[in-house]
C-alpha cells in the first residue's frame, strides 16, 4: 500500500490485487486535510489535525484542525465539504476543534460525534508569558454544535458502515501517565483527566486501521482499548497524533517495546509525535513508518 497525493491518482498494490483508481465501494481514503506540515505549495500548514475519510457514500470528517485551514486546503485539492455526512472530535482542545464552526457552515447536513468532556474548560499553564491560557474549545464553535445533531460517545460508539470510535480510553498502562500541565480550572489547581480523548477505527483486508487525534490517553492504552472491543484483531495502520514530544526516555522505550510486540505494519506519525519520538521510531521501525503531510492520502481495501 502506498500513500500518494490525491491530485495524482495511481494504481497501488495491496495484498495481490492491482486497483486502478479509487473504487469507493471497495476502498476506504483517508487524506490528510490539516496538519502541522504540508506536502506542496498552495496548501496551508496549522498546527493541528483533520482527516477526510470517504467510503462508499460515506464522507467523514475527524477533527477540524485549528483555524481555516480545513476549508481553504479542501479547496486546493477539489474536495467538497458540502456533502460531509458526520463530523468527529477526538476531543476538546482547539488545535482539533476550532475550525468546527467554519466546518459545520459548508457541511450542513452533517451529524456531530463527541464525547461530552469535550466542551469542558481546558486550560495550560505557559510558561513563557508565564500566565494560565485557554486551550478549549473555541465559544463560536460550541455555540455552533449547539445548532446540530450531537450523538455523545462517552464509550465505544458505532458511526455506520464498520467506523467506531472508542469513546473514552481506559487508562491502564503503568507508563503512560497523565500530562502534567493540563488543567480544568483557570487557576491550574485542578488536572484534566482528558476523559474526552477518543480515537477512531475500522477494519480493512489487512487488519485494523486506528486514526488518532492527539491519544492523550496514551498511545498503547488507546490500542489495548480497541483489541478489547474486537477479540483482538490485529492492528495493521496507526496513523496520527501520538503526544510523545514530552515522554520519557523509559515511555518512549516501552511504547516502541509494544508497538513491536503487536506488529504493526504501519506507522504514520502526525502533528504531536514529537520530533524525537518520530525519529526514535524511525530508527526502530524503518519499515513500518510512513513520511506524511497535509494533502496525502492513503487507501485500504475493505
Excluded at 455552533?144 to 464498520?162: C, F, N
Aim: with cysteine; net charge neutral; charged share 20%.
Amino acid at each position: 500500500m502506498l500513500h500518494k497525493t490525491i491530485a495524482r491518482p495511481r494504481a497501488w498494490r495491496q495484498n495481490s490485487g492491482v486497483i486502478e483508481g479509487f473504487d469507493r465501494n471497495r476502498t476506504i481514503r483517508v487524506t490528510v486535510l490539516v496538519e502541522n506540515t504540508v506536502n506542496a505549495g498552495g496548501l496551508t500548514a496549522e498546527h493541528g489535525l483533520a482527516y477526510l475519510i470517504e467510503a462508499g457514500e460515506r464522507r467523514m470528517l475527524f477533527d477540524t484542525g485549528q483555524m481555516d485551514a480545513l476549508v481553504r486546503n479542501a479547496a486546493k485539492l477539489g474536495q467538497r465539504l458540502d456533502n460531509i455526512d458526520t463530523i468527529v472530535l477526538s476531543h476538546g482542545h482547539y488545535d482539533h476543534t476550532g475550525g468546527l464552526a467554519l466546518a459545520l457552515s459548508h457541511s450542513p447536513k452533517a451529524r456531530l460525534f463527541l464525547h461530552p468532556a469535550a466542551l469542558e474548560q481546558k486550560y495550560t499553564f505557559d510558561k513563557r508569558l508565564g500566565k494560565t491560557r485557554s486551550i478549549g474549545m473555541p465559544p463560536e464553535c460550541a455555540q455552533a454544535l449547539q445548532k446540530r445533531e450531537v450523538v455523545w460517545t462517552p464509550s465505544v460508539t458505532d458511526l455506520g458502515d464498520g467506523f467506531y470510535v472508542t469513546g473514552s480510553v481506559p487508562r491502564a498502562t503503568t507508563f503512560e501517565t497523565a500530562e502534567q500541565n493540563l488543567f480544568a480550572d483557570p487557576e491550574c489547581t485542578r488536572p484534566d483527566s482528558l476523559l474526552d480523548d477518543q480515537s477512531l477505527f475500522f477494519e480493512s483486508q489487512e487488519g485494523l486501521v486506528v486514526l488518532l487525534g492527539c491519544a492523550h490517553a496514551g498511545v498503547i492504552n488507546t490500542l489495548a482499548h480497541i483489541q478489547s472491543t474486537t477479540a483482538n484483531r490485529p492492528i495493521h495502520t496507526i496513523m496520527g497524533g501520538m503526544h510523545l514530544l514530552n515522554a520519557s526516555p523509559d515511555r518512549l522505550r516501552q511504547t516502541i517495546g509494544r508497538l513491536k510486540g503487536l506488529k504493526v505494519q504501519k506507522l504514520i506519525p502526525l502533528h504531536c509525535a514529537g520530533w524525537e519520538a518520530t525519529l526514535a521510531l524511525w530508527q526502530t521501525m524503518p519499515k513500518q513508518c510512513v513520511v506524511f503531510h497535509a494533502g496525502l492520502s492513503i487507501e485500504f481495501l475493505r
